[in-house]
């Protein structure tokens, strides 16, 4: 593995959240170009170390987010927040048992899904309600 790569790797290991490729470039001090970024980031997702998922909100458009594989049996469900742009970890897939149910009502073999929540985090409700300040982190 190049340095770079291990380089971007790191950084989504280290990472309690999604990051967009733009999020990873921003933490690399400057060692490589944004272009570097993109194809290490590519090369982690095809060779299993990394998956992505692509999110739409209002402010900030599509984007693709990605995450690190490590230490998981299973990919992670997230939640984000529509407010703070924050993310959540819902935890790893339990949704296998829809999976077969629809495999076998329907025949078909599902080989990937992604799956995420939008909506407002307990922060922002709670701030919106008059309670303490949330700052997104």
């Not at 470039?25 to 992505?52: F, I, K, P, W």
């Not at 990919?75 to 077969?100: A, K, N, P, V, Y």
Request: aromatic share 10%; glycine share 10%.
């Amino acid at each position: 593995m190049t340095r770079t790569r291990g380089q971007v790797l790191d950084i989504l290991n280290r990472a309690s959240e999604p990051l967009s490729a733009a999020g990873v470039y921003g933490l690399m001090e400057n060692s490589c170009d944004q272009a570097t970024v993109y194809r290490s980031l590519h090369y982690l997702e095809s060779s299993g170390q990394a998956e992505s998922f692509v999110l739409y909100c209002q402010e900030h458009g599509a984007e693709r987010y990605f995450c690190s594989l490590k230490n998981t049996l299973s990919h992670t469900h997230w939640f984000h927040c529509e407010q703070c742009h924050c993310f959540i970890d819902m935890g790893s897939c339990t949704i296998t048992g829809l999976i077969r149910k629809f495999e076998e009502e329907q025949g078909a073999e599902v080989r990937s899904h992604i799956l995420y929540f939008t909506g407002i985090c307990p922060g922002c409700r709670k701030n919106a309600a008059g309670g303490p300040d949330h700052t997104a982190g």
